[in-house]
């Protein structure tokens, strides 16, 4: 859910303009598909699924919302639109409790701002753990590029 948050703060949140750019590592990007996904792991019919849905956006059931989960917002098409930062994304083939086609979704349809690192092996957050060299390389060559503005400092 880190991923989805630091989207969030970026793209709508209170302190958007004091954010320079994003590093995201195994992002959940879309949230309905994620967890579609899931229910599918258990066998759950895609119908049972999306009731399960339907219920946490409406806030019928809570989950940690007031009123209810926004899963239209919890896409890669929205976080596209709204999105005004650069981000980089590490993504793994391999990763098999978010899968990366959300990933590779946001980073088509904003080439512009989006950079995505894909590799093929590794699980969920544990990309550093399988290619520490190139996962290292590309964040600092990213974070170094990322304008500074004058108030920051150097």
Known sequence: MGGTACLVAATS????????????DSPAVDWTTLL????????A?????????????????????????????????????????PVL?????GDTFVPCESS????????????????NEGEHVKLWN???EPWERVTEQFARSLPRPPWRGE
């Open 13 to 24: 949140g209170e302190y958007s303009a004091v954010i320079d750019g994003l590093i995201l």
């Open 36 to 43: 579609r996904y899931h229910a599918s792991l258990f066998f």
């Open 45 to 85: 019919p895609k119908a049972i699924a999306d009731i399960g849905i339907r219920l946490l956006d409406s806030g019928v059931v809570r989950g940690g919302e007031p009123e209810g989960i926004a899963f239209a917002k919890l896409t890669p098409d929205s976080f596209a639109r709204h999105l005004t930062v």
């Open 89 to 93: 994304i590490h993504a793994s083939l």
């Open 104 to 119: 590779q979704r946001l980073a088509n349809a904003r080439p512009d701002l989006v950079q995505l690192r894909l590799q």
């Open 130 to 132: 399988v290619d520490a």
